[in-house]
């Protein structure tokens, strides 16, 4: 007998799958293989079953195993202090000048604008 949900058959029938969506309008529904309404209480319990041990026996020991996490303290750690503080004291110092040099300049600015304003009403 067929079993219309059997992908071996439907290719037999219609050629590779890329040809088959290829063929399909947009926007249809692509085909889902169907389960026998007998067989669905059966395979209900076997996941069931098998979904038990899964929550029993917890995540895989691969992925428990990954890595070793006893030295990211120190890691961390290790980065607060990764720019020497010779040089954090160097660029505060730095910051602190550039700013000095701003007010500086926007005064010289004002100071200019004020010359070249005198300068018009004395010519």
Do not use: C
Request: hydrophobic share 35%.
């Amino acid at each position: 007998a067929e079993d219309p949900a059997d992908p071996a058959q439907d290719q037999g029938r219609s050629g590779s799958h890329s040809q088959r969506e290829e063929r399909k309008p947009p926007g249809s529904i692509p085909r889902v293989p169907t389960i026998q309404v007998d067989h669905v209480l059966t395979i209900l319990a076997e996941f069931l079953q098998n979904f038990a041990k899964l929550r029993d026996e917890g995540p895989p020991k691969e992925i428990q195993d990954v890595r070793d996490n006893s030295k990211d303290g120190e890691y961390w750690e290790a980065l607060t202090r990764i720019i020497p503080q010779r040089t954090l004291k160097l660029w505060d110092a730095l910051g602190a000048a550039l700013l000095e040099y701003h007010k500086v300049l926007t005064r010289r600015s004002e100071l200019f604008s004020e010359a070249a304003a005198l300068q018009r009403q004395n010519s």
